[in-house]
Every structure is written in structure tokens, then in C-alpha cells.
């Protein structure tokens, strides 16, 4: 563990040395004994592997069956019957469905070889370079060649290689925020901790991954590549298994439905029409059976919603552009639709419902109680008092001693934001001051009005746990002084109270109470102080006598603080039955005021549970608990997985927000993963499902309004294809059972529909149309009503009733047709046509009712102008197929006339607006 041990044990473990370190030649030995300093990638899958495991899906591998038997019938009619006409469309059948499957393998190809790069963006480590003591020098070593034992410094802004000991320590203060989840840089010391010591506790240890925003040290590796906490994480990451998502489940559901509907009734055909023609005409001969097979292949395409793959990819590709314009980069398409599903969205709290960016929100100068505006880096934001404007004079000497003593900056980037140097407690400081005018060059350089010279500096330290400066102001000697405020009170003699000094004793309850009042707001509180000196003990006081008999001026309320948009976002999710949870590495008592200003909890008593809690309970002791708990403190990665593990064990769809490398095992356990895409590292983006463009929680909220629209229009255009394919099995099979001799010219073995018409209603007719349902805006309840529960059938709530009774509906209209063309005397092509024209108009009609969950009557249909141009050009291309000779071979149609397509072009309307307004009578007379 290393953290327990005391420097010289260690040393000696690792058979290194500390004043020469490591030789090259053992170097190297140990490079070849634990591997080069990086986190072990997985081995990627062959593109031709994933390419081929697009054609397992159920819905694919009937079709491909079809395709078989097409190719067999088309053969069989060319080399034993010489029946060319029947062969040729066979063949054009074959052809048909194998397009329609390489179409879907080729988009399910698309959607698989953009997988995630999680491990692969953790190799960022090796871009560094690390100053290394080898061969008793200096020098610098390539990050991914550190071994444990080496010997390494680091200064202010170097990032961390590996996993070190420190041995040697100068105002050492690292940020760990990727692993920790603290926004507070920690300060570094050599001394041996407690065994049972969390991670944000082991200040003498420095991990992979960290950046060091204060001071130098010097420190020894005791571990590299995937033994590190970084490494940990990765191999986390590789144990977790993706979830399959709710929609992906509810497909896969209703495709096992499907496919066992559709074997029993080829089944139910081939045995039925075997047995009607032996029993009609006494015999089975190669031509009956090749007719039995070429209609149970025309009855089994009818029977799969065949373009559900494609059209649903393409309608999840639309909801991905959905998101994006809400900000929201989702990676993996079938995720699309899961946050509208999601019943618990876990986030962390620094950088996701924090801005990861320290401020101060409120400070205490002069006897008063002043609040800051304005969040972030950037200055700008008034400073007010409870009942006016600030007034300048009454912080003028607590704001010159902030920003004076103090060395962060803050400096434009190319971006044109404003980007922090130095200690964030510094920087916070640095802000505050240039919101009120004050900034430490211009003072510095006398162009305020003041003459000030900064003659010492005596640096922060985590024993004396304080900082000051000596300057000379107006020709009068300072030590300014800032630090914790239980320090800086032990040597103050008087406080700064309405311009005067008052007596420590007479003021100390009021300071006192105020800094309490900060706490209780979860504000971490600074002292600042100063003190007149001589000349004399300018130049020559030590340390300790500088900071002694000070003059306390102000107290700093500094935070995190919450992103300005979150609580609306989450009171809005809260009233969509989405419960909000934080889970955050940083203390109790902040976590719980935080997520009381959010909005997260209500009652100051509400539960925080803790780390060290969830260490002493076993899985069903915390399951037992997670529905209740909202506020999870000083968390570790693991801790967050065994958290989205147990709400998942109670059925719950768990988002998980993050933007650190300890939040990417977590996003990668959810049920969908969300990243901050602004501050978030890389490799939390690779793990994440969705990123967050913006890095607005709010974008969360919006993402599940569009998450629910993009399944409820999923929904409609999976009623209307099933619809569709109820109408197509019902004619088709109302002919099999009920015509048993010839009626006019068209014989008894004629099907109501060619497998081409069936192929052109599912893939033209129907699917463009149900495509551009993908487009419909929501309906109004929609963030009004629960998430859908993600164990019900995608059937469920009427909408199986709806099927039935709409696609038998629209199938008896089919075959009454079929019935009427051939006892009018019709040829069989010519009856044939009429089915079809009649099908096609059918669902063009229905498609309108099934943008809505209650009537068509309730939707305005022409606020989606795609539906009416998918409408317009499936109607006119369906005519067009009936009247150009090349689809009239193709697919056996014919010419009709005037009258008769006027007739099947307005007839099928009929039923979908009786039935609908039927309902919408129902629905008034019941409200």
C-alpha cells in the first residue's frame, strides 16, 4: 500500500536509492519484468467479424431462409419446368430481400465499428516526459519507460506519470479531481498514514493522471501502467459488460414474438395447402409443391415487419441529430431512446452539478456580510450587501490583502476564456479581487493610485497552514496574512469592524458565528489578516514573528458552486418521475448542502451515506437502501458501480453523469453513460454513451424529453408497420382458407398479393411514410407522465387491441377487394393490382392515426411536412408501379381505370376514420 510505510522501509522494498536512483541496466530489467508504463488495451474485434455478426439478428436470418427458397423455386421453374416467367420472379424476389439485408447489415456495421476507445485514451500517459533521477543525473525520461523504484521531480504544472511515494515535499499541492472527484487541490506531505486511509485521505501519495498546480516535490514510483489507480480503473472497465438497452430488450422481445408467429404460420400454410390440394385433386406433384412454397414464402415475408431493422436504425440516426441539437452527442445508436426510459439519473458532483471552478460566493469584511455574482473564472459579477450596493471603502483593505497575497493569475486563451495558473483557493481570490476593480499586476505596477512594493514572500506550508507577504504600501510596512481561520484567530489581537479595531475578546463571537454560518452552507473559509510593521522587521523578522499580533480584515466564504441551471433542470426531471442522485468523492456535509440548494433532497436530515459506510454493508444491505438514498459522499469508483449495480438489481434504468476518469467504470455500468464534453477527460468520453456538448446538466433534462419522443414515435411506427403486416397475413391467409375453386379467371392457388407487392407495400409504402413518424414533434403530456416501464411488452397499454383490430380491419378491406375484382370478371393480375392499390392506400390512410395514442383527430397533420411528402411519394410511386411496363413484369400489376383507381384511392380511408372517430366520440363522452 506504500501510504502506511515510512519513506526509508520503502526505499529499501523497492531496492532504490535516493540520492542516485535507479542504474539504466536495472532500468531496463525492470521495464522487461513489469511492461512499459501504460494501461493494457483491449484487442479490438476484426471489422470483417463485426461485419458478419450483423446477419444474427432473428428477423435477418428468416430472411435470409426466404432468400434460399426463392433461389430454389427460381431454379426449379428454370431447369426442370422451364417455366422463365415464374423463375424470373422468383429471382427478383431473391434479389429484393438480399438488398433489403445487405442494407441493414450495412447500417448495423455503421453503427458497431464506431464502438468506444475507453482504454485507448488512458495511453495518453505515455506522451509525457518525466524528470528522472538515473545514473546517480537528472534527466528526462519518456512517461511510459518510468519502472517502480525510479526516483522522479515534479514542479508546478507537470502532470504525474505514475503512481508515487513522496519523499521530499515544497508546498507540493496536486489536483486528483479525475480520481477523486474533489475540486480542491490537496497538499502533499512525506509522512506515513493509517493503514485504512480512503484515497482523497493519502496525502503523502501522488497518482497517475494528476496535475501539480503548487510547488515541488520529489517522490519515488511504487507503481506503473495498469497496477496504478488509473490502471485499476481500466481493467475495471473492461470487467463491466455493456447493458443491452430497454430498447434493445423490447425489440428483441417482440422479435422472438414475431418470429414465432411467423413459423406458425408457414407451418399452418404449407401443411394446410399440402393437404387442400391432396385432398382436391388426390396427388402431390414437384409443381404443387413448388407453388405451396413459393406462396408460404410470400405469407412468411408478410408476416415479418422485414424493414424494422433499417427503419429503425434510420429512426434512431434521427433522434441522434435530435440530441445534437440540443447539444447532446450520443454515441451508440441504440442508446438513443434509453434516457427517455431512465428512472434514476446518478451524477457526480465536481465539474457536472458544480462547475469545478472555486469562487467565492459571499465574505464577511469590515463587520459586514457582502455576496459575490457571478460564477466561474471569468470577472464579471457584482458584489452586493443584504441591503444595497457594496460599498468599496468597506473591503478595500480585506480586498487588497486577497489579491496581493497571492500568486495564481488567470489569463485569456485562444478560445477566449478565461483559464486559471496556480492554487484554486488562490485563484478564487484572484477572480474576487478583479471583479472589484483590484488586479495584482496593476497594483504592483502603482497604476491605482497606489505606490505598493512587495518586498518578501513567506510561502503556504501545510503545517503553519498559512501564507504572507510583506509589502510596503504608501511608504507604510505590511505583512499580510492568509489561512485557516482557526490558525489565523490564535494570533489575531484585534478585527476590522465598521473601519475601527476592535478588541479580539469584544468581536470573536461575531467572527466566530459568521464562519459557522459559512460551514453550514458548505463553504470552506478562509482568514485574511494584516499587520503595520517597522522597516526593521520588514527586512529582518522571522516567519514567526511576522505572523503574530494581527488584525483579522475578512473571512472568505469560497465554493464550488452549483451550475447555475441545474436546479430547474432537476425539478423539472423530479416532475417526470425521474429521481436525481449525487455521488460525489467529496465530504458529507458538502455534498448534503449542495444538493440542498439543488433541489436533490429537501430536509437538512435527509441521509448521506458514505464510502466508509457502504464498506461495512454487504450487496442486499445496500439494495435494501439505494430506492431511498439520494446523497453519496467520499465515494471510490468501485463504490459507484456497486450503487448503479443495486438500483438496476430493482429494475430502475440508471443514467450515470461524470467528467473525471473515476466516473468511467460507472458510465460504462450504466444503463446509459453521460459525459461533459467541455471539461470531461477523454477517456470518460469514450466510455459515455451520450456527451454533453455544452456541459449543462440541463442538456440532460432536454435529452429525456427527447429520449421519450424519439420511443414514442418508435412506437407509432412500429404500430403501423405491424398493422400493415396483420392486413397482409389476413388477405393472404382469407384466400388460402376460403377460396377453394376458381372465382372468374383467377384460379383458386392465385394469392391475393405477389411477394414483390408484399415487398413493395413493407419497404415503400409503409416504411417511408412510418420514417417520417421519426420526425413528429411530442405530444403535449409527454414530461408529464411516468417513464415507460421497460418490463412491458412495447405492445402493451391497447396497443396489441389497436393492431389487431385496425390490421384485420384493413386486411378484410384487402380481400373484399381481391374477392370483388375476380367476380367481376377481372384477370388475375388485375385482381391482384386492386388488392394491392387497396393495401397501399389503406396504411397511407391509417398513418396519420398512428402519429397520435388517441385519434387522428387530435393531430394537426400537416405540422410534419415530411409524413405528407412520404405520403405524397409512396402514393404516386405505388400508381406509377401499376402503370410502368418494367413494374408490371417485376411484380405482375397492371394498368386499372379511372374509376377504379379513384376507388381504391379513396375507399380504404373509410375505415380508419370511423374506427378513429368512433374513439374520439368515446374519448369526449368519457371526459
Same mark, same amino acid.
Given at each position: ?100 439485408? @445487405? ?448 488584525? @483579522? ?202 411477394? @414483390? ?171
Amino acid at each position: 500500500m506504500y501510504y502506511d510505510q515510512d519513506k526509508k522501509t520503502i526505499i529499501s522494498t523497492l531496492e532504490s536509492n535516493r540520492s542516485k536512483g535507479l542504474t539504466s541496466e536495472e532500468a531496463a530489467k525492470r521495464l522487461e519484468e513489469y511492461g512499459v508504463n501504460e494501461v493494457q488495451q483491449k484487442k479490438e474485434r476484426p471489422a470483417w467479424r463485426i461485419f458478419l455478426q450483423t446477419f444474427k439478428d432473428p428477423l435477418v436470418i428468416v430472411l435470409m431462409g426466404a432468400v434460399v427458397l426463392s433461389l430454389f423455386s427460381a431454379s426449379y421453374d428454370f431447369f426442370i419446368t422451364d417455366n422463365m416467367a415464374h423463375s424470373r420472379t422468383s429471382l427478383y424476389e431473391a434479389i429484393a430481400i438480399g438488398i433489403l439485408i @445487405l442494407g441493414n447489415a450495412a447500417l448495423a456495421f455503421w453503427q458497431e465499428n464506431s464502438a468506444k476507445k475507453s482504454l485507448a485514451a488512458l495511453q495518453q500517459l505515455a506522451e509525457h516526459q518525466t524528470m528522472t533521477l538515473r545514473d546517480n543525473d537528472w534527466q528526462k525520461v519518456p512517461g511510459k519507460k518510468l519502472v517502480p523504484g525510479d526516483i522522479l521531480s515534479v514542479k508546478m504544472g507537470d502532470f504525474i506519470d505514475a503512481d508515487v511515494r513522496w519523499l521530499k515535499v515544497a508546498e507540493l499541492q496536486v489536483s486528483e479531481t479525475h480520481l477523486t472527484g474533489e475540486a480542491d487541490a490537496i497538499s502533499k506531505q512525506t509522512d506515513e498514514l493509517a493503514a485504512d486511509s480512503a484515497l482523497a485521505e493519502r496525502s503523502n501519495m501522488g497518482y497517475a493522471g494528476s496535475t501539480v498546480v503548487n510547488g515541488n516535490g520529489i517522490g519515488i514510483v511504487v507503481a506503473t501502467g495498469q497496477n496504478t489507480e488509473l490502471g485499476k480503473i481500466a481493467e475495471m472497465l473492461t470487467q463491466v459488460t455493456d447493458q443491452k438497452t430497454p430498447l434493445q430488450q423490447t425489440i428483441n422481445r417482440l422479435t422472438k414474438r414475431l418470429l414465432v408467429i411467423s413459423a406458425c404460420l408457414a407451418t399452418f400454410t404449407l401443411v394446410f395447402m399440402l393437404a387442400k390440394e391432396f385432398v382436391l385433386t388426390g396427388q402431390l406433384t414437384i409443381e404443387t409443391v413448388a407453388s405451396v412454397i413459393s406462396t408460404t414464402i410470400i405469407l412468411a415475408v408478410a408476416s415479418i415487419p422485414d424493414a424494422l431493422p433499417v427503419v429503425l436504425s434510420i429512426v434512431l440516426t434521427i433522434g441522434a441529430r435530435l440530441l445534437a441539437k440540443n447539444n447532446g452527442l450520443i454515441k451508440s445508436l441504440s442508446s438513443v431512446e434509453t434516457l427517455g426510459a431512465t428512472t434514476f439519473i446518478a451524477s457526480d458532483k465536481t465539474g457536472t452539478l458544480t462547475r469545478n471552478q472555486m469562487a467565492v460566493v459571499r465574505f464577511y469584511a469590515n463587520g459586514q456580510n457582502f455576496t459575490v455574482e457571478g460564477n466561474g473564472y471569468e470577472p464579471v459579477g457584482e458584489i452586493t450587501t443584504a441591503d444595497e450596493e457594496a460599498d468599496e471603502v468597506s473591503y478595500h483593505d480585506f480586498m487588497l490583502a486577497a489579491v496581493l497575497n497571492n500568486e495564481a493569475s488567470i489569463e485569456e486563451n485562444e478560445d477566449g476564456r478565461m483559464t486559471p495558473l496556480g492554487n484554486p483557493t488562490d485563484v478564487a481570490l484572484v477572480v474576487l479581487g478583479e471583479k472589484a476593480g483590484f488586479k495584482r499586476s496593476q497594483l504592483l505596477e502603482n497604476k491605482k493610485g497606489h505606490h505598493i512594493d512587495l518586498l518578501r514572500v513567506l510561502p503556504f506550508d501545510s503545517t503553519r497552514k498559512m501564507m504572507s507577504v510583506v509589502v510596503k504600501q504608501d511608504g507604510q510596512y505590511k505583512v499580510l496574512t492568509k489561512g485557516a481561520p482557526d490558525v489565523i484567530l490564535q494570533r489575531t489581537e484585534t478585527i476590522q469592524e465598521d473601519n475601527q479595531r476592535v478588541a479580539l475578546k469584544d468581536a470573536k463571537a461575531t467572527v466566530e458565528q459568521q464562519i459557522l454560518d459559512f460551514a453550514n452552507d458548505a463553504l470552506r473559509t478562509l482568514a485574511i489578516a494584516e499587520r503595520d510593521i517597522s522597516l526593521d522587521e520588514a527586512e529582518n523578522a522571522t516567519m514567526d514573528e511576522l505572523e503574530q499580533k494581527l488584525n @483579522l480584515i475578512g473571512i472568505a466564504g469560497i465554493i464550488d458552486p452549483p451550475r447555475e441551471e441545474v436546479r430547474q433542470s432537476i425539478k423539472e426531471l423530479h416532475a417526470a418521475s425521474v429521481s436525481v442522485v449525487m455521488i460525489t468523492g467529496d465530504h458529507a456535509a458538502t455534498a448534503r448542502a449542495i444538493a440542498l440548494r439543488l433541489g436533490i433532497i429537501t430536509d437538512q436530515a435527509a441521509q448521506v451515506i458514505e464510502g466508509k459506510d457502504m464498506e461495512q454493508m454487504s450487496d442486499d444491505d445496500l439494495y435494501k437502501i439505494v430506492p431511498d438514498c439520494r446523497v453519496y459522499a467520499r465515494v471510490t469508483p468501485e463504490h459507484k458501480q456497486r450503487i448503479i449495480r443495486q438500483l438496476q438489481r430493482h429494475g430502475e434504468v440508471v443514467g450515470m453523469t461524470g467528467d473525471g476518469v473515476n466516473d468511467a467504470s460507472a458510465l460504462r455500468a450504466a444503463n446509459i453513460g453521460i459525459a461533459m464534453g467541455i471539461n470531461g477527460t477523454e477517456v470518460t468520453k469514450d466510455s459515455a454513451d451520450l456527451v454533453l456538448l455544452d456541459d449543462k446538466f440541463t442538456t440532460i433534462e432536454r435529452s429525456v424529453e427527447a429520449g421519450r419522443t424519439i420511443f414514442s414515435n418508435i412506437r407509432n411506427f412500429i404500430r403501423q408497420e405491424l398493422i400493415t403486416n396483420v392486413a397482409e397475413v389476413l388477405a393472404l391467409l382469407l384466400g388460402i382458407l376460403l377460396i377453394h375453386r376458381s372465382i372468374g379467371n383467377v384460379s383458386a392457388t392465385t394469392p391475393t398479393l405477389t411477394t @414483390l407487392m408484399v415487398m413493395w407495400v413493407n419497404m415503400i409504402s409503409d416504411s417511408l411514410p412510418a420514417l417520417a413518424l421519426g420526425y413528429d414533434e411530442p405530444e403535449a403530456d409527454l414530461m408529464e407522465a411516468k417513464p415507460r416501464d421497460t418490463k412491458k411488452s412495447i405492445l402493451a397499454d391497447g396497443m396489441l387491441r389497436r393492431i389487431i383490430v385496425r390490421g384485420s380491419v384493413m386486411g378484410f378491406t384487402v380481400f373484399i377487394a381481391f374477392i370483388w375484382a375476380a367476380s367481376s370478371g377481372m384477370a388475375a393480375e388485375e385482381a391482384q393490382t386492386v388488392a394491392f392499390l387497396t393495401l397501399v392506400f389503406g396504411q397511407l390512410w391509417h398513418v396519420f392515426d398512428a402519429r397520435s395514442s388517441t385519434t387522428l383527430f387530435r393531430r394537426n397533420p400537416f405540422t410534419n411536412w415530411r409524413l405528407l411528402t412520404a405520403v405524397s411519394f409512396a402514393a404516386l410511386s405505388s400508381l406509377l408501379a401499376t402503370l410502368l411496363p418494367f413494374f408490371n413484369e417485376l411484380m405482375g400489376t397492371v394498368p386499372l381505370t379511372a374509376p377504379l383507381y379513384l376507388a381504391v384511392i379513396l375507399l380504404p380511408s373509410l375505415p380508419t376514420f370511423i374506427i378513429s372517430g368512433i374513439k374520439e366520440v368515446w374519448l369526449r363522452l368519457r371526459k
